[in-house]
T-cell receptor, first 116, second 112 residues
């Protein structure tokens, strides 16, 4: 079945630095990828939607200059958290789908970001 | 905007008990409906989905869900839970675009 690999699974960084999270679809072409943020005991909150080769569409309240999303190929999307602050500490999850199919959505295993 | 409500935050059951987790959504048009499960320390996995056809959908591990359009509901059921079903369950809805809207999740704890 469809597999999405997300890397790294855990990262600790210093305040003010940037962190890049990768999301790869391993056996299908992900025309659309989604980035979510999950707070403890809460649901997944959609941050942005990216289509391959296009600029990402950010949800209201998500700073696009802080959370840079690149979807340069059909198998790779990256989320870069720039100038990270402790309040950016969270669990980030990517998801991928192939438009026009009933693949549904395949989720990565998530990245636990801790900013110290 | 679409919203998804999961009524129970935490459900505790004994093994062999029956399970029903509620899910209601707000959008009145065409929807695709999903239930995902997140086992401790693991990523989200698809349990089942409804796109069209028979409103009673059977998924993996003995789970099923029934789409009732008039009630905007897509409740998840399992006749007899096992300890291994301990996890968090998320209902999700897609309407109009490729974006999914998730409920807040229901944590299920099954006591042996």
């Amino acid at each position: 079945g469809a597999v999405v690999s997300q890397h790294p699974s855990r990262v600790i960084c210093k305040s003010g630095t940037s962190v890049k999270i990768e999301c790869r679809s391993l056996d299908f072409q992900a025309t659309t990828m989604f980035w979510y943020r999950q707070f403890p005991k809460q649901s997944l909150m959609l941050m942005a939607t990216s289509n391959e080769g296009s600029k990402a569409t950010y949800e209201q309240g998500v700073e696009k200059d802080k959370f840079l999303i690149n979807h340069a190929s059909l198998t790779l999307s990256t989320l870069t958290v720039t100038s990270a602050h402790p309040e950016d500490s969270s669990f980030y999850i990517c998801s991928a789908t192939q438009q026009g199919t009933h693949y549904g959505y395949t989720f990565g295993s998530g990245t636990r970001l801790t900013v110290v | 905007a679409q919203s998804v409500s999961q009524h129970n935050h935490h459900v505790i059951l004994s093994e062999a008990a029956s399970l029903e987790l509620g899910c209601n959504y707000s959008y009145g048009g065409t929807v695709n409906l999903f239930w995902y499960v997140q086992y401790p320390g693991q990523h989200l996995q698809l349990l089942l989905k409804y796109f069209s056809g028979d409103p009673l959908v059977k998924g993996i591990k003995g789970f099923e869900a029934e789409f009732i359009k008039s009630k905007f509901s897509f409740n998840l059921r399992k006749p007899s839970v096992q300890w291994s079903d301990t996890a968090e369950y998320f209902c999700a809805v897609r309407s109009g675009s490729y974006q999914l809207t998730f409920g807040k999740g229901t944590k299920l704890s099954v006591i042996p």
